[in-house]
């Protein structure tokens, strides 16, 4: 069974602060990563995709890859108010066009 | 760029009739879709993966005959909710494949099903 496991939340952080969201991945063969963002009643928007090892910045953005832990995080920094939503990890199942997603964290960024 | 489109955004309709929502990705070809069903609360579940010019692959326990997939060019796919009932009540998203983009998929914005 492939799967993402990502923590539930809620979590919660001040504005201003580094938001860190974190991603698990079962499947050794998965070759491509990605964070979307959901707010309430809206569908996913997706933010960061990462392929390789290593960190990937867009803004105020980093995602971060270790396949080696199979392991995928998301940095929000200088978080605001307007990043409060669901992000969800996606892990494209290996030799598949199929993505997996986990059940996403909720954060909130408090004013 | 990657704008995907859904219509419509939400309907109301009888318990027994069918209903027809679109997806369209606006500014790229899309050879393959997918469509999503998303309860309150809960995450993302996969019905069915579209490939242009062939028959839709429909997850484990998706009702093929009562959701019929249409993909029927590189930019539009369809999906009808046959006999609908009230547990069919829903919101329905669909994602477009962007080919030369390895993996990524875009979302449509939704499409919100009540059956009364």
């Known amino acids: 069974q492939k799967e993402v496991e990502q923590n539930s939340g809620p979590l919660s952080v001040p504005e201003g602060a580094i938001a860190s969201l974190n991603c698990t991945y079962s499947d050794r063969v998965s070759q491509s990563f990605f964070w979307y963002r959901q707010y309430s009643g809206k569908s996913p928007e997706l933010i960061m995709s990462?392929?390789?090892?290593g960190d990937k910045e867009d803004g105020r953005f980093t995602a971060q890859l270790n396949k080696a832990s199979q392991y995928v995080s998301l940095l929000i920094r200088d978080s605001q108010p307007s990043d409060s939503a669901t992000y969800l990890c996606?892990?494209?199942?290996?030799?598949?066009?199929?993505?997996?997603f986990g059940k996403g964290t909720k954060l909130t960024v408090n004013p | 760029g990657a704008v995907v489109s859904q219509h419509p955004s939400w309907v109301i309709c009888k318990s027994g009739t069918s209903v027809k929502i679109e997806c369209r990705s606006l500014?790229?070809?899309?050879?393959?879709m997918f469509w999503y069903r998303q309860f309150p609360k809960q995450s993302l579940m996969l019905m069915a993966t579209s490939n242009e010019g062939s028959k839709a692959t429909y997850e484990q326990g998706v009702e093929k005959d009562k959701f019929l997939i249409n993909h029927a060019s590189l930019t539009l796919s369809t999906l009808t909710v046959t006999s609908a009932h009230p547990e069919d009540s829903s919101f329905y998203i669909c994602s477009a494949r962007r080919t030369e983009r390895a993996y990524e998929q875009y979302f449509g914005p939704g499409t919100r099903l009540t059956v009364t």
């Open positions: 990462i392929y390789s090892n």
């Open positions: 996606a892990v494209n199942q290996g030799g598949s066009e199929k993505l997996v």
């Open positions: 500014d790229f070809q899309a050879t393959t």
